[in-house]
């Protein structure tokens, strides 16, 4: 894949050298190479490598609607100038896909629940190219088309992102004149309106949306829960119940983006956490919505910014890769980031993120000169209800951290295993978490456990929040408790990347206490009363990318040094004796090997006493560490190497 610096242009992109030419430049380089793994009739796209959970025929079909995606932006920002042929090309494909009598047909949405998926891709970009595409189609491919997509109406989605495919392909079977005889437009419209009114319920503070009923907060919030709405306003516009609920889907946008901005980090990377993380630069998406959509805040410039240095992060990091793919993996191929929905076109989704190119070169989001995301001007936290996270970003190294009190892919009570993409006490820009090997199951990174008689960790998923502040000097503090649990996982069920039932048994109740500033986290752990399940405290943090061979566990060693570009430390307070660093090999898609530095408690842990562990990530070691005294059983004060202190009443964290 060539670098795309000859477009360079600090003038106009300070931060990122990037312009609408970098990105016309990647979309015709990922579509014209997907052109050479095409069939005969252009409908399957087959992309290399073993096949996916669903199979080799919905593999070919999301090789279509995904690629189709990137195809559709193109043009449209071009207002249908179309010098490769793009609307021509997958023309012929759409015609043999929805031809039910072709050998290379498509599978059908009342065959295979994730043809509803690509069916949406499909619909969307019909609407935004209709007078090149939709309108020049052969009549009867149009009908092939309609009948495709009715198998849509009146059809189950499971109660999550998934509502907003059905809108969408059910507005554009409307707009099309479709619904009669057999599918009256009246079963359409109500489809819509009861899908609108479930999507209402993934509503939470500060304009975010949870991905269903659970507590799952994740870049589906964006690259969905933000996209979908307002694109749907814009198919369904002059419709009052479009036109009346637009001004509700702005105002969340651009109270969700910004909190949104201060998630990227200063290479551009997002944050590394839940699913789907093989879709990359799909992580761009809301930034574009936002500019499409006309808001003035954030900035145009500061949209393009952190769209901009997403997409770069990757191209500079191998994505796509030197034969123009983008295969399983994130920088580079690891199969393991997959969820059994994953095959070799999912990563295509990462079209999702070209959105911008939907908008002309004129166009203020492009012509405006980059503004500095949050982390290139200065220190911040920040507190983010919904999810439950503790954002500390730090300028010196450009990290961006999160602190995990509300996110667990579940609900309170349920005692399921911890997902490591969701349930992990911390997550970042700079790190993983473990996703493969022992430690993916047992949690080790960023974790607070019991180790059972067997020497296996406690869960944390089924968590109650207890407390998420900022305090006057800007400290953040975060608490959340559960009940220590271990669970023989149901292996049977698919892997959609949330925690797995079993058969569970319980141990005492923790609670966790965070105070961070900057790149350090105290962290303050209790036990409850243990009763007959005492078992020794272990802490663990965060799981560094390393490229230097280390043995399996250092003993006395409580800090990780990637190269001495980033540095991972836990520093052990009193009755917390042991303490290490484990490696752990491929065991995430950052590097060969992490590393994971803990601390534990050399017998079990005593209940009802603080026990106080400082939890580092950055980008150099500090001097200094802050300093923890007391001043009584339940005030704690803190020094912090920058001069500051604070004094903590962690009776909060109580109840």
């Not at 090789?63 to 043009?75: P, S």
């Not at 509803?116 to 090149?132: D, F, G, N, Q, Y």
């Not at 061979?549 to 980033?566: F, I, K």
Request: negative net charge; glycine residues 10%.
């Amino acid at each position: 894949m060539r670098t795309l610096r000859e477009f360079d242009d600090r003038r106009l992109s300070p931060y990122t050298g990037w312009t609408r030419d970098h990105w016309a430049a990647l979309a015709d380089d990922l579509l014209l190479t997907a052109r050479r793994h095409a069939s005969d009739s252009h409908a399957r796209v087959s992309f290399p490598g073993p096949a996916g959970g669903y199979g080799a025929d919905v593999d070919a079909l999301e090789g279509f609607a995904r690629t189709f995606l990137a195809a559709g932006f193109r043009v449209a920002g071009e207002g249908g100038r179309d010098p490769h042929g793009l609307m021509e090309w997958y023309a012929k494909g759409l015609a043999a896909g929805t031809d039910p009598h072709s050998p290379e047909r498509w599978v059908r949405l009342d065959e295979h629940d994730q043809a509803k998926v690509e069916a949406a891709s499909i619909a969307l970009v019909l609407h935004l190219t209709r007078p090149w595409l939709w309108d020049r189609l052969d009549p009867r491919v149009q009908e092939q088309v309609v009948d495709y997509l009715t198998p849509a109406i009146g059809s189950g989605y499971p109660p999550i992102n998934w509502i907003w495919f059905q809108i969408v392909v059910e507005q554009f079977l409307l707009s099309v004149g479709a619904g009669a005889p057999d599918a009256p437009r009246a079963d359409m419209r109500r489809d819509i309106d009861e899908g609108l009114a479930l999507t209402d319920g993934f509503a939470r503070e500060n304009g975010w949306y949870a991905d269903g009923a659970e507590r799952s907060y994740d870049h589906y919030a964006g690259w969905a829960l933000q996209f979908y709405p307002l694109l749907w306003t814009e198919m369904a516009a002059g419709d009052p119940a479009a036109d009346s609920r637009r001004p509700v889907y702005l105002r969340r946008l651009e109270r969700y983006l910004r909190d949104a901005v201060h998630l990227v980090g200063a290479d551009g990377s997002p944050l590394i956490q839940g699913r789907s993380l093989t879709y990359r630069f799909a992580a761009a998406t809301p930034f574009w919505t936002g500019a499409r959509a006309g808001l003035s805040t954030p900035a145009p410039g500061l949209l393009r910014r952190a769209a901009s240095g997403i997409v770069r992060h990757f191209a500079d990091h191998g994505a796509p890769d030197d034969d123009g793919l983008l295969t399983l993996g994130w920088h580079h191929p690891w199969r393991p980031i997959a969820q059994s929905y994953s095959g070799p076109g999912s990563p295509y989704w990462a079209a999702k993120g070209l959105y911008g190119l939907s908008l002309p070169a004129d166009h203020p989001v492009w012509t405006a000169v980059e503004e500095p995301l949050p982390i290139d001007t200065g220190d911040y936290g920040l507190a983010i209800p919904a999810p439950g996270w503790l954002v500390s970003g730090t300028r010196s190294d450009g990290i961006v951290r999160v602190l995990n009190h509300g996110t667990d892919h579940s609900h309170p009570g349920t005692n399921l295993t911890d997902s490591p993409l969701y349930a992990r006490l911390g997550y970042s820009t700079a790190t993983s978490p473990v996703l493969a090997g022992e430690h993916a199951d047992q949690p080790l990174d960023q974790s607070v456990v019991i180790l059972d008689e067997h020497g296996l960790p406690s869960h944390r998923t089924g968590f109650e929040t207890l407390l998420l502040d900022q305090l006057p000097s800007g400290t953040l503090l975060g608490a959340s408790r559960w009940q220590a649990h271990w669970v023989v996982p149901d292996a049977t069920g698919p892997d959609h990347g949330s925690g797995r039932s079993g058969t569970v048994r319980l141990g005492p109740h923790i609670t966790v206490l965070s105070v961070a500033r900057g790149p350090w986290e105290v962290r303050l752990v209790r036990l409850a009363e243990a009763g007959d399940t005492p078992g020794v405290l272990r802490i663990g943090g965060w799981p560094l990318p390393a490229r230097t061979p280390a043995s399996d566990t250092d003993r006395g060693e409580t800090a990780a040094t990637w190269n001495g570009a980033a540095h991972s430390r836990v520093i052990p307070g009193p009755g917390l004796d042991l303490s290490g660093v484990t490696a752990a090999e491929d065991s995430s898609p950052l590097a060969a090997r992490t590393l994971i530095p803990w601390c534990a408690t050399s017998t079990a842990a005593q209940p009802d006493r603080w026990y106080e562990a400082v939890v580092l990530l950055g980008g150099e070691e500090p001097p200094e560490a802050p300093a923890l005294s007391w001043d009584g059983p339940a005030s704690a004060r803190i020094s912090w190497p920058d001069g500051t202190t604070d004094t903590v009443d962690t009776s909060v964290a109580l109840g």
